[in-house]
């Protein structure tokens, strides 16, 4: 007569899927084992609140054992082996087990359970940041794993790494007796925080704790600008407008205020490009019309762009003339610099008058020619940028023009 079985178990426990199931199996496909007869599972001893509920899962009284640092569920079952076989499981399965069928609505909970094994979570110093990232001794489980996440985690991307430790390398304090080969996924701190939203979708879900306590403390995830959804550039206006700010140091004051709503960029230039005209059309100080702008600018005696450039830098100009007139009176009178500044337009030299002018001065390369304008002595009637002006009218190069072209 067979004896009575001391310890029980639910000898159907993998026969069916379930968020539970799917999250022991996953911790087993990393760090688990069998040796044809028992299925085990092995884990630092600090995680034997988290074996203990596993065992209570699956309804099973067998005890806990010890060995070395670690805490291992061993339960003596050639029925649940089989199952977790049948499911793609190996007795030997470090380098070659392969990605099990999962299905979608599971998947999640494989993945944490993976990472609770071979996953890590760690704090960078450097960039004050939590990151993460999964080992694996099997090439095509690491890649499939890669793959899957990628494509059902909205935005995430992972970096697939090959390391070889060479023979004596110490690793948890034994010395290596031959050439190992470990595959890493490297996830950066975006990455990170969108993992841990895949993963932990539940705060009522099978996980270690002290990993999940790391990935609370990870943050939110951060969006580039350009990945950000924000407002139309009419209905951003009509907000910015509403707070009455008076100039671009009120609006980047306001930004770094942490009032301004998420849905406003803080860099509308970048965002609205075709739309954007300027940061008083912005802020909503409406601009002089065109005629009555140009007369007060021409009355500055300014003579080029780069002298009202210099005015605008020194902060006397009026609130309600535009930075940019260019921009903003593009479809309402504006036609070039000299017109907005009131300077009349120098008459230059055809090119090969101006050549044989700048000829007689034996310049001998173009720096030379720019050192030769910055000391005025430049001609008036020749133009400062002859490679733009004479463009289409003969030019050839500066060579040509400084009479250096051998003949």
Request: proline residues 4%; hydrophobic residues 30%.
């Amino acid at each position: 007569m067979k004896g009575k079985r001391i310890y029980g178990v639910n000898q159907n426990y993998f026969k069916e899927w379930t968020h539970n199931m799917a999250y022991i199996l996953g911790l087993w496909w990393a760090d688990g084992g069998t040796d044809g007869r028992s299925f085990i599972i092995s884990l630092h001893k600090k995680d034997i609140d988290l074996l203990k509920e596993i065992l209570k899962e699956m309804n099973s009284n067998h005890p806990l054992t010890t060995r070395f640092n670690c805490m291992n569920i061993k339960i003596n079952s050639v029925v649940i082996v089989r199952d977790v076989i049948n499911l793609g499981g190996k007795l030997k399965k470090s380098l070659d087990i392969g990605f099990p069928f999962v299905p979608e609505k599971y998947m999640p909970d494989f993945i944490r359970g993976c990472f609770d094994g071979d996953g890590s979570i760690y704090y960078d110093t450097n960039g004050k940041s939590y990151r993460s990232s999964f080992c694996g001794g099997s090439r095509e489980f690491m890649l499939e794993l890669q793959k899957i996440m990628q494509n059902s985690i909205p935005g995430f991307t992972c970096r697939f790494v090959k390391i070889t430790q060479k023979m004596g390398t110490f690793v948890c304090g034994n010395a290596l007796k031959k050439d190992s080969i470990r595959y890493y996924l490297y996830m950066g701190v975006n990455n990170t925080r969108r993992l841990r939203e895949y993963m932990y979708y539940s705060d009522n879900v099978l996980k270690m704790d002290r990993k999940y306590i790391s990935f609370m403390k990870a943050g939110e995830i951060f969006l580039a600008p350009k990945d950000r959804k924000y407002l139309s550039f009419n209905k951003s206006c009509d907000y910015v407008r509403g707070l009455k700010l008076k100039s671009g140091k009120e609006w980047l004051k306001y930004c770094t205020s942490g009032l301004k709503p998420k849905n406003i960029p803080s860099v509308p230039k970048r965002i609205y490009k075709n739309e954007w005209i300027d940061m008083e059309h912005w802020l909503g100080n409406m601009a002089r019309p065109y005629v009555e702008a140009k007369s007060f600018v021409k009355g500055l005696g300014l003579k080029s762009y780069i002298e009202w450039k210099k005015y605008i830098d020194q902060g006397n100009k009026p609130k309600d003339i535009p930075y940019h007139p260019e921009r903003k009176y593009k479809d309402c009178g504006w036609t070039n610099w000299c017109e907005w500044l009131g300077v009349v337009p120098e008459k230059y030299l055809d090119f090969d008058s101006a050549k044989k002018c700048i000829c007689k001065e034996n310049l001998k390369s173009s720096v030379e020619w720019r050192i030769y304008c910055r000391n005025n002595k430049r001609p008036s009637n020749i133009p400062c940028n002859p490679d733009q002006y004479y463009k289409s009218k003969g030019w050839k190069g500066y060579k040509d023009f400084l009479g250096l072209m051998v003949s």
